[in-house]
């Protein structure tokens, strides 16, 4: 059977550290949802047992898993907005649920603290980043946490 990779389709339109500069990997909109064919579910099962992952540092894993399954397998995620959607509508599969946010329950400043990970030697071009881009607009606090 064809191996299958679905999901609402990102790309960059611009490279940035976060996905080490490139421009050419689709990934999926985690919160949307995505799914894999057991076909390559079991490919990628395969491929972890010949060479496990190493334990290199890992920004964002829904996009390094789409460059992994890329990279590894040949497939590259197709895009099904239709199915997998940003809100719920006729004909979705999954969607990104705002009830949280609506419900008036979770004050984001006192509840939801986001960690940035990173190591000393990356201070100077990745923090002011994500502090720049996101970091100071986030209604949740950010905690940068480092060697």
Same mark, same amino acid.
């Given at each position: 059977?064809?191996?299958?990779?679905?999901?609402?389709?990102?790309?960059?339109?611009?490279?940035?550290?976060?996905?080490?500069?490139?421009?050419?990997?689709?990934?999926?909109?985690?919160?949307?949802?995505?799914? =894999?064919? @057991? /076909?390559?579910?079991?490919?990628? *099962?395969? !491929? +972890?047992? $010949?060479?496990? =992952?190493? @334990? /290199?540092?890992?920004?964002?894993? *829904?996009? !390094? +898993?789409? $460059?992994?399954?890329?990279?590894?397998?040949?497939?590259?995620?197709?895009?099904?907005?239709?199915?997998?959607?940003?809100?719920?509508?006729?004909?979705?599969?999954?969607?990104?649920?705002?009830?949280?946010?609506?419900?008036?329950?979770?004050?984001?400043?006192?509840?939801?603290?986001?960690?940035?990970?990173?190591?000393?030697?990356?201070?100077?071009?990745?923090?002011?980043?994500?502090?720049?881009?996101?970091?100071?607009?986030?209604?949740?606090?950010?905690?940068?946490?480092?060697?």
């Amino acid at each position: 059977r064809k191996a299958a990779y679905l999901g609402n389709l990102l790309r960059d339109e611009t490279s940035s550290i976060v996905h080490h500069y490139n421009t050419d990997t689709v990934y999926p909109q985690a919160l949307a949802g995505f799914a =894999l064919s @057991g /076909s390559l579910a079991r490919r990628l *099962v395969g !491929e +972890l047992k $010949k060479k496990p =992952l190493g @334990g /290199s540092q890992q920004i964002e894993p *829904v996009w !390094e +898993l789409a $460059k992994w399954i890329q990279d590894t397998c040949g497939v590259i995620l197709e895009d099904r907005s239709d199915a997998f959607c940003t809100e719920q509508k006729q004909g979705c599969v999954t969607w990104v649920s705002r009830s949280l946010r609506r419900s008036g329950k979770l004050r984001l400043r006192e509840d939801v603290i986001i960690g940035v990970k990173t190591v000393a030697k990356f201070h100077a071009s990745r923090v002011p980043l994500i502090h720049e881009f996101w970091g100071t607009k986030s209604p949740a606090q950010v905690l940068y946490l480092s060697n």
